[in-house]
């Protein structure tokens, strides 16, 4: 498996020592990797469904920024951030 180097700031440095002895930096890292990983193929998925779906839809470039907009704050409304 090949190795990835992460550099950890000065002022995090004496509590990443420390907690090293407790955590398996190694295996949290490459958790985190591997969680981001997924979700870019997700996004590019996605992303590629949406552009399937505009090549064929039939609104016009405002109409499809109106009905982002309105999914937009619908979802923000969702989340609890509006």
């Given at each position: 498996?090949?190795?990835?180097v992460?550099?950890?700031?000065k002022?995090?440095?004496?509590e990443?020592?420390?907690?090293s002895?407790?955590?398996?930096?190694?295996?949290?890292?490459?958790r985190?990797?591997?969680?981001?990983?997924?979700?870019?193929?997700?996004?590019?998925l996605?992303?590629?469904?949406?552009?399937r779906?505009?090549?064929?839809s039939k609104?016009?470039?405002?109409e499809?920024?109106?009905?982002?907009?309105?999914?937009k704050?619908?979802?923000?409304r969702?989340l609890?951030?509006?």
């Amino acid at each position: 498996m090949p190795e990835v180097v992460v550099k950890v700031p000065k002022e995090l440095e004496n509590e990443v020592v420390e907690l090293s002895k407790e955590i398996d930096f190694s295996k949290v890292i490459r958790r985190a990797l591997e969680r981001a990983l997924e979700e870019e193929v997700k996004e590019e998925l996605l992303l590629e469904l949406a552009e399937r779906i505009a090549s064929k839809s039939k609104l016009t470039e405002v109409e499809a920024d109106e009905l982002a907009e309105e999914l937009k704050e619908r979802a923000a409304r969702r989340l609890g951030l509006l």
